[in-house]
Structure formats: structure tokens, C-alpha cells
């Protein structure tokens, strides 16, 4: 089974497929069972707030944008559940924006 070279991985993410990554035999039959297996299926983040959640993503540490050369890095990948990953991607932050505004005393 053969690894993805950096520049493939550069080359995707210029193009705007990052999925591909994810989409790589290595990735699906190597990383992401080794990292689920290391982490013990377990999300990370919640573990570390004493809670007990099963993990769905793999997630890299350091945004594979900025660093594809380590997108294949076990160092570098932890397995977390999917709120956390959206958090951890600030993906929640206008959600949580907009339900603050709706209990604004002027509203009511």
C-alpha cells in the first residue's frame, strides 16, 4: 500500500480537495484504525473535560493545510467525537452568536 507523497498532498489541498486525503487506501486501512485503536475509540477533547465519548474523526493537531507534510502523522492525529471537531474548527461559533441575540431582553 503506498503512502501519499507531500507534494500529492500539497497539490490536493491547492485544488481544494483535501478530502482525498481521507479518500487514500493508507488512510482508511493504516492511519485511521491505528489512531481509533491508540485513542481507544474515545474523544480526546471530552476526555480531557472527564467526559466519555465515542470518537467518529480523526483530527489533525496541526490544521492540515498549514502542515500537509504531516498528514499522515500518527503524532500528529487524535481520534475526537464530532462536536468537538466542530468546535475545535470554530465551526459552532456563529451558532452560538445567534442564540445568545435571540434571549436578548429587547427581543422579548
Given at each position: 500500500?503506498?503512502?501519499?507523497?507531500?507534494?500529492e498532498v500539497?497539490?490536493?489541498?491547492?485544488?481544494?480537495?483535501?478530502?482525498?486525503?481521507?479518500?487514500?487506501?493508507?488512510?482508511?486501512?493504516?492511519?485511521?484504525?491505528?489512531v481509533m485503536?491508540?485513542?481507544?475509540?474515545?474523544?480526546?477533547?471530552?476526555?480531557?473535560?472527564?467526559?466519555?465519548?465515542?470518537?467518529?474523526?480523526?483530527?489533525?493537531?496541526?490544521?492540515?493545510?498549514?502542515?500537509?507534510?504531516?498528514?499522515?502523522?500518527?503524532?500528529?492525529?487524535?481520534?475526537v467525537c464530532?462536536?468537538?471537531?466542530?468546535?475545535?474548527?470554530?465551526?459552532?461559533?456563529?451558532?452560538?452568536?445567534?442564540?445568545?441575540?435571540?434571549?436578548?431582553?429587547?427581543?422579548?
Amino acid at each position: 500500500m503506498r503512502i501519499p507523497s507531500t507534494s500529492e498532498v500539497k497539490q490536493w489541498i491547492a485544488e481544494g480537495r483535501e478530502d482525498k486525503v481521507y479518500k487514500q487506501r493508507y488512510w482508511t486501512n493504516v492511519i485511521r484504525p491505528t489512531v481509533m485503536k491508540k485513542c481507544n475509540n474515545e474523544c480526546q477533547l471530552c476526555k480531557r473535560n472527564g467526559k466519555h465519548t465515542k470518537a467518529t474523526i480523526i483530527h489533525h493537531i496541526k490544521e492540515l493545510k498549514m502542515f500537509p507534510e504531516l498528514a499522515y502523522a500518527l503524532w500528529n492525529l487524535i481520534a475526537v467525537c464530532w462536536e468537538c471537531h466542530e468546535e475545535e474548527h470554530e465551526r459552532f461559533k456563529y451558532k452560538s452568536k445567534e442564540k445568545k441575540e435571540d434571549l436578548n431582553d429587547e427581543r422579548w
